[in-house]
C-alpha cells in the first residue's frame, strides 16, 4: 500500500488523529492482502517521521527535490511486514491510545 496524503487540521494536531488515521489505513490495506507500505514524508517533518516510526516504518531512501512548492527532500520509509505478528501487536496496542484534551 501507498500512502500520499496525511492531513489534520491544526486544530486537531498533537492529539491522536493521524495516529487513529494510519492505524486504520494499515488496517484496511492489511485486509486487502497488502504486506507492506510505504509513504514519503519531508525531511522536515520531524513530528510526522516520530509518528510513522512508532507505527514501525523505517526510512530507506531519499526522493531529492520531491515536494515542487520547496525544493525540499522527501524520506522514503517502508513497513515491511504488514502480516507480521509484532506488527500486528504493535498497532494493536497503539489503537488503544486516545485524545485527551484539557
Known amino acids: 500500500m501507498h500512502v500520499t496524503t496525511l492531513g489534520v487540521d491544526p486544530e486537531f494536531r ?3 488523529v493521524a495516529l487513529q488515521l494510519m492505524i486504520h489505513a494499515l488496517e484496511y490495506g492489511r ?3 497488502a504486506d ?3 509513504l514519503e514524508v519531508r525531511c522536515s517533518n520531524v513530528g510526522a517521521r516520530k509518528l510513522y516510526e512508532k507505527l ?3 526510512v ?3 526522493r531529492p527535490g ?3 512548492d520547496t525544493g525540499e527532500d522527501a524520506l522514503l520509509m517502508w513497513i515491511h511486514d504488514l502480516s507480521a505478528p509484532e506488527t500486528y501487536v504493535r498497532i494493536r496496542r497503539l489503537r488503544e491510545q486516545r ?3 484539557t
Request: with cysteine; net charge positive.
Open 36 to 38: 507492506r507500505g510505504t
Open 66 to 68: 520531491y515536494y515542487l
Open 99 to 101: 485524545c485527551i484534551r
Open 31 to 33: 485486509g486487502a492482502g
Open 56 to 58: 514501525g516504518f523505517v
Open 14 to 16: 498533537r492529539c491522536g
Open 60 to 62: 530507506c531512501g531519499v
